[in-house]
């Protein structure tokens, strides 16, 4: 890959691993609801939080992004200049202006050197993610999943996802997933449970 050029690898990045892993385990049902076809599942208010810190997947993912715009120097002395870093925070979903990269680097660069170390594309990047709106990546989740674009997950759905993540899963068990959070019984996920399963998760 040439410098700056993001890998054409598969589609599916760290956090929706995590997602999957979610709605795997029947543990992240914390609080169980009841629902009939049609009716509301008593979801609770948005409420934006900071995480403490950034999950292994997320480390690895910012890792290699970085490594990819400084020549794979990443973990030593590695630097990109203020053009890259915004190229970089695009690439990764952060639609940023120039004036507020600037400002971010300037929060970490003291010196005003006009260029970013990986520690402190790292520390610029925390505070990124931990400002991200839940209700919004949950839904960019679901849209990841929804590969047809129905409006809900199907098993069809789940069959295409295990396949890139290299899941080798039966009918079955694929429907075993869905079912555990089909509280109207159709047999698919709709965005009101997704948003449901992962508000009862520790992943947004």
């Known amino acids: 890959n040439s410098k700056g050029a993001l890998p054409h690898g598969p589609r599916i990045s760290g956090r929706e691993r995590v997602v999957w892993a979610s709605i795997g385990d029947k ?27 950034l999950t292994e997947d997320e480390r690895q993912e910012l890792r290699e ?14 630097r990109i200049d203020l053009h890259e870093l915004k190229v970089l925070m695009r690439a990764l979903g952060f639609n940023v202006k120039k004036k507020e990269v600037l400002k971010y ?17 790292m520390d610029i990047m925390t505070d990124r993610y931990g400002e991200r709106d839940p209700d919004e990546e949950i839904d960019k ?39 555990e959070f089909d509280r ?21």
């Open 65 to 78: 992004s970085f490594e990819l715009f400084c020549g794979g120097t990443g973990g030593g002395g590695g």
């Open 184 to 204: 109207d019984n159709d047999g698919e996920i709709s965005q009101e449970e997704f948003m449901y399963i992962m508000k009862q998760s520790s992943v947004y």
């Open 105 to 121: 680097v300037h929060e970490v660069d003291p010196h005003n050197e006009g260029t970013v170390t990986f520690d402190q594309f």
């Open 141 to 179: 989740a679901f849209n990841l999943f929804d590969l047809d674009q129905s409006g809900t997950i199907s098993i069809k759905n789940m069959k295409n996802i295990a396949r890139e993540l290299g899941e080798n899963l039966s009918d079955e068990e694929l429907q075993a997933m869905i079912d």
């Open 27 to 53: 543990s992240a049902m914390e609080t169980p609801f009841k629902s009939e076809r049609g009716a509301g599942l008593g979801l609770s208010p948005t409420r934006r939080r900071r995480r403490p810190e």
